[in-house]
């Protein structure tokens, strides 16, 4: 079982950077794949970002491809997101969360979740 907390969130300008951070506790942190997911008010939470346990691959959404990037750091337990070139449409309330199938993960199907982070980017 792992438990994670987000944190890193807050108010940026359009076209500014957040780097959130989501810190994992128990002993098994590099066995999960990582991810990011947000959910906007009013909107279904969605996919934004995934990486495997090595920190090789990575997967993104889209719409944020080229200016978001998710990394790992298996010592420290943490699981980051830096969002560059951050847009209006990007505010929402960011989740880490962990899975051991990236096929569950990348859809959202985990009991684990973080408490989220509020990301608010003004226009």
């Known amino acids: 079982q792992v438990q994670l907390v987000e944190s890193g969130g807050g108010l940026v300008q359009a076209g500014g950077s957040l780097r959130l951070s989501c810190a994992a506790s128990?002993?098994?942190?590099?066995?999960?794949?990582m991810g990011w997911f947000r959910q906007a008010p009013g909107k279904e939470r969605q996919f934004v970002a995934a990486?495997?346990?090595?920190?090789?691959?990575?997967y993104y959404a889209d719409s944020v491809k080229g200016r978001f990037t998710i990394s790992r750091d298996n010592a420290k337990n943490t699981v980051y997101l830096q969002m560059n070139s951050l847009k209006p449409e990007d505010t929402a309330v960011y989740y880490c969360?962990?899975?051991?199938?990236?096929?569950?993960?990348?859809?959202?199907?985990?009991?684990?979740w973080g408490q989220g982070t509020q990301v608010t980017v003004s226009s």
């Open positions: 969360a962990a899975e051991w199938s990236v096929g569950r993960l990348r859809v959202g199907n985990t009991d684990y």
């Open positions: 128990g002993r098994t942190f590099s066995s999960y794949y």
């Open positions: 990486i495997n346990r090595s920190s090789g691959i990575t």
